[in-house]
């Protein structure tokens, strides 16, 4: 048998509030997105690394770098450009995705295999560091910011000048800083040949199906998926060739 139940008493004790969540994404990462979201108005997806949502105000055309660097003269000078590793990222009209299958048809090339790929709605690109004022170098995402004309050393020990001889990035278009010099080849990160600019719609400056015979100011995407075809394949045979031949295995 149960006894009579107790009363509820208020405790004297102050109850101690949940943590908030932070605001947003701190650090040289969260300045990355801030970048992307903010100046250029572009959507991302939570999480690390930081990654670009396609579909919404571009497409992406996936091509081996040497194919895409032939191509490079069918797109405006404020066409946006990266470099992923061994690959080129040109930046298209949204929707350019699903019409490239249809597109390559009508090109006649749709019947071999062609190492492009297109990025369209739902899918996800590596967002490349923001372009870096002169003077200054590119940091990974977890690292903080740079001094000016200096580079980060152990601790206890004074700046480093750069290195005699060292790269420089060229000037950009239009004022854009440039990009840094080797974070492709040490690291692998996606990293801008042409970067974007901020307070610049981009869309206006993307190669889209509807330019074909306009005559207006936007590029041509059937001459860009032509071009970068016609390089692709290209680059395929090449590579075909340079392989040794087989050797047949000699009978016992």
């Known amino acids: 048998m ?3 139940p107790q009363p509820v008493t208020a405790s004297s004790t102050p109850l101690v509030p949940l943590p908030r969540r932070p605001l947003g994404p ?18 991302t997806v939570p999480g690390d690394p930081l990654r670009l949502l396609v579909g919404v105000r571009y497409d992406v055309l996936d091509v081996p770098a040497e194919a895409g660097h032939a191509a490079l003269r ?6 946006p450009v990266a470099l992923h590793g061994g690959r080129m990222l040109l930046l298209v009209a949204a929707g350019s ?11 006649d090339w749709g019947a071999l295999s062609l190492d492009l790929v297109a990025i369209g709605a739902g899918g996800l690109m590596e967002a490349p ?28 020990e004074g700046p480093v ?16 800083p440039p990009a840094p010099w080797g974070r492709v080849g040490s690291q692998g990160a996606a990293v801008w040949l042409r970067p974007p600019e901020p307070g610049c719609e981009v869309e206006a400056s993307l190669p889209t199906l509807s330019a074909l015979g306009s005559g207006g100011g936007a590029p041509d995407l059937v001459r860009l998926v032509n071009t970068v075809a016609t390089q ?15 050797v047949p295995a000699q009978g016992r």
């Open 2 to 4: 149960f006894g009579a």
């Open 74 to 79: 069918r797109l405006a000078s404020g066409s």
């Open 97 to 107: 995705a699903e019409e490239l299958p249809g597109l390559l048809e009508w090109l």
């Open 26 to 43: 701190s650090g040289a990462s969260g300045q990355v997105r801030r970048w992307y979201e903010n100046e250029l108005g572009w959507p």
């Open 232 to 246: 692709c394949h290209r680059v395929r045979l090449r590579r075909a060739c340079a392989q040794p031949p087989a």
């Open 129 to 156: 560091s923001p372009p870096v004022p002169r003077g200054e170098r590119s940091v990974p995402h977890g690292e903080g910011p740079v001094p000016r004309g200096e580079r980060s050393v152990p601790h206890g």
């Open 161 to 176: 000048p750069p290195a005699r001889g060292a790269r420089t990035a060229a000037p950009c278009e239009a004022g854009v």
